[in-house]
């Protein structure tokens, strides 16, 4: 067996700025890598989770110019956790003012993972004639028995103490819809429900996402910033199922075609299971599944990690 591949070295952007996107809203971006070279917009998860350092590291900075930014209302991006005018359908076009305004090219590769392999989907299928290549990774189709799985039953029976914490911050009465019990809280007026309210959304994600314990990337999803970004933020988008069509992503993949693509997805992946990319798999034909058997969900395991530096590598020279 060939030696996982590893993260590329740390790198620093070249360029930053802020792109002003209409309806109030304000982006930041970056630019790492080598200008001029192969073209790739990363899409971070979340929605709301905003991007990071490490996540400009699977890519070879001598053979692509790479493009990160903050998704409306996280990480940078201003007004902060604000879920006004902020839907799929205004990111997808946030993408298309970004290639345009700040990267000048005609075609890129796009390269999601978990809500960014949504979002990277309903881009692709929006402009496929923009697109030059996917890489996907942790498939999120955005179907009910998706969410459900999530925020009714499915991670609960393999997390029930934790699931127990998520579930017990609501009153009973109000346990048959999660997702709006803790809409009511995360848009509330009382600061100290909201943030309570946020923590417990995110633990919840955090802990869905990790296949081992990682004390580290817990806290860092409950700091209290974060946590109030992507507990408002997701909980919006899983309150309007995205604003996507139930199979909607799977229906139209067929705007897919002549686009080839890699999707690296974890096997014991609790976040987003494998069914959703086997399905996507067989409506897709160009793709390339590879389901990591020793993988979850983040890109930071091993095995994740090694799928993508290796897909990446594979569309350098393309």
């Not at 400009?56 to 998704?71: A, K, N, V």
């Not at 974890?266 to 599944?289: F, I, N, S, Y």
Request: glycine share 10%; net charge negative.
């Amino acid at each position: 067996m060939n030696e996982r591949r590893t993260l590329y070295p740390a790198i620093e952007p070249y360029d930053s700025g802020m792109l002003d996107v209409g309806d109030g809203h304000t982006l930041y971006w970056e630019r790492c890598g080598t200008k001029g070279a192969k073209p790739v917009v990363f899409l971070h998860g979340g929605p709301g989770s905003g991007i990071s350092p490490g996540q400009r590291r699977q890519f070879d900075p001598t053979r692509y110019d790479i493009l990160l930014f903050d998704q409306r209302g996280c990480g940078r991006s201003t007004p902060f956790a604000s879920l006004d005018d902020n839907t799929t359908w205004d990111l997808v076009e946030d993408i298309e003012r970004l290639r345009t305004s700040v990267m000048g090219v005609e075609k890129w590769m796009v390269f999601g993972g978990s809500w960014g392999s949504t979002l990277s989907l309903a881009y692709a299928q929006s402009h496929p004639d923009r697109v030059t290549e996917l890489v996907l990774r942790g498939i999120f189709l955005f179907r009910q028995r998706e969410v459900d799985w999530l925020y009714k039953y499915g991670a609960s029976e393999l997390y029930p103490e934790e699931w127990e914490k998520f579930v017990g911050f609501i009153p009973e009465p109000e346990r048959g819809d999660l997702v709006e019990a803790y809409r009511k809280r995360l848009t509330g007026t009382d600061e100290a429900v909201q943030l309570e309210a946020a923590k417990r959304w995110s633990m919840w994600e955090g802990v869905t996402v990790t296949l081992l314990p990682d004390e580290a990337m817990l806290a860092d999803f409950t700091e209290d910033s974060h946590a109030i970004a992507i507990a408002r933020i997701e909980n919006h988008y899983m309150k309007y199922k995205g604003w996507l069509d139930e199979g909607q992503l799977l229906a139209n993949a067929d705007r897919l075609k002549g686009i080839p693509g890699v999707i690296v997805q974890g096997r014991h992946d609790c976040c987003t299971p494998p069914a959703a990319a086997w399905d996507l798999e067989k409506a897709w034909p160009e793709v390339d599944l590879q389901i990591v058997p020793d993988g979850g969900h983040l890109y930071t395991e091993p095995g994740i990690t090694d799928g993508l530096v290796r897909a990446t590598d594979r569309f350098a020279g393309q």
